[in-house]
């Protein structure tokens, strides 16, 4: 490949597979390596490019598999270190680049190198976790809050101290301040890229550091007359514990290890409010990440000047650093129902599902599709006496949690469990699910998957939709329209965003539809037929 040519992993299209839920391969309930192994063909007919794995490393599943008790090796509710080569090696077959979770920010209570820290004060690992003194009175040592509730600090019997937690208590965060806790760390991601993966996706990047003097954070500023917020951590402002300037050294050093492996790549979650703006702090420079994702597109606001501001912070805060996009995932409930499901009807569900895929694999930037996405799958409806996430369960019921975005993917409408597997699955499979299986859209040209294929294999195409410039244009309010350019490659794409049918003439040149069946907005005699809540792409008329 000549060396101007872009890399990989910004041409790729992404597809995360949350194991526990993808595919059940032994039939205990839970999904698992085998499982996954035996549905990549599913993946690679998609026309995806690459697969992000979530954790499935040892682990006593407190937040499943995000509080990690050994690195590297496999939890046995998920396979062995051979099934994931077995994986590995299949995905590589089938062209697929393959892209593991790591989890630097904490581990489990259960870690070794957490036991061995909390017995004494002067261990050799005393100073791998977050450890500070109570105040006199015995409060903790700060106002810090964990995002699951509650102060961030837990009390310790056998060091008489609290130790910091921004999650769960099960989950003690890592001292990165400590240079034997990076080397431990990235000795966990030697072991994984001489196995052969293809990059990381880093979990919370933007918390692997915290200020070492444990000062305040101070409160969040919040509209006069509005009631206090569901989350404890809402009433701060995140600038004390996360987000410290002391994380980029460590990211130096591990970007320092990737380069060393060639084309390997790590994509960063990035949380936080300004999440733009730390998204480009995040990978811009050689010594930064590869790319990263924010939840900018992970929340509840849905509007065009929203999107447009969103993606077009990127490029004016950095003309080289590569963004990612998702507007799914295992932590946020499911698009179509995020966006779509209080605005659009019912029936228009599945449009609104193309359009907002359209809308994702045409911006700027690496996108990434969550399972099931390419389904059009609403969010799983899990009662409360099946709730099995930690944070649903203590904000219940002000959080929808995350249960809902984790439902078994639904495989064959006509089989228990909708064939996620034969034993009663760890989160049920809604009934809803069931029409929209894969073996019922796998047939239908009509379907969101046989779209889904369509829509891929054209952007496979078009060098603009994979890594051209953007440039917005000037419309309506409820119109998101830019143009997608790279040499003479041009690709206009409009969006209506409104539940009112739009008429817009495009201001530059004339276009015509592209030629990918499932979109309901069209071009007629030089003229964007946008019907509520549709997309179109277009092509320069000849």
Known sequence: M??????????????????RSFADGNHDGVG???????????????????IWLSPFFRSPMADFGYDVADYCDVDP??????????????????????????????????????????????????????????KPDGSPPNNWQSLF???AWHWDSHRRQYYLHNFLAQQPDLNLHNAEVQDALLDAAQFWLDRGVDGFRLDVANFYTHDPALR??????????????????????????????????????????????????????IAGDETVRQQVEYVDGPDRLHTAYSFAFLRDAFSAPYLRDGVAAFPARSATAWPSWAFSNHDVPRVVTRWGGTRVPEADLPAFARTMLTLLLTLRGTPFLYQGEELGLPQ?????????????????????GRDGARTPMPWAHDRPH?????????????PAHGPLAVDLQRHDPGSTLAFAKRLLAYRRTRPALQTGDIAFLDGPGDLLAYERRLGSDRILCAFNTSGAPMMWTPPDGRWR??????????????????????????????
Request: aromatic content about 12%; overall charge negative; proline content about 11%.
């Open 418 to 430: 909708a064939g996620f597997s034969d034993a009663e699955p760890w989160l049920p499979a809604d």
């Open 149 to 151: 509730g509650g102060p």
């Open 380 to 400: 799983g409806r899990v009662p409360f006496d099946r709730l099995r996430d930690p944070e649903a369960i203590a904000f219940w019921p002000e959080a929808i």
């Open 2 to 19: 000549p060396e101007t040519d872009p890399p990989w992993w910004q041409r790729a299209v992404f597809y995360q597979i949350y194991p």
């Open 216 to 269: 305040d954070n101070p409160p969040a500023d919040r509209p006069g007359g509005s009631g206090p917020p569901a989350k404890p951590y809402l009433f701060q402002q995140l600038i004390r514990s996360v987000n410290q300037p002391e994380t980029f050294a460590f990211l130096a050093r591990l970007r320092a290890l990737m380069d060393g492996y060639g084309d390997r790549m790590t994509v960063a979650e």
């Open 513 to 542: 539809t592209a030629p990918v069946d499932g979109l309901t907005g069209c071009v007629r005699e030089g003229v964007l037929d946008l019907p509520p809540w549709s997309g179109l792409m277009a092509e320069p008329a000849a």
């Open 32 to 50: 698992d390596l085998p499982g996954i192994t035996a549905h990549l063909d599913h993946v690679a007919d998609l026309g995806a490019d690459a």
């Open 77 to 134: 509710q998920f396979g062995t270190l051979a099934d994931f080569d077995a994986l590995l090696a299949r995905a590589h077959a089938l062209g697929l680049k393959v892209v593991i979770d790591q989890v630097y920010s904490h581990s489990s209570d259960r870690h070794p190198w957490f036991q061995e820290s909390q017995r004494t004060r002067s261990n050799p690992r005393a100073d791998w976790y977050v450890w500070a003194d109570a």
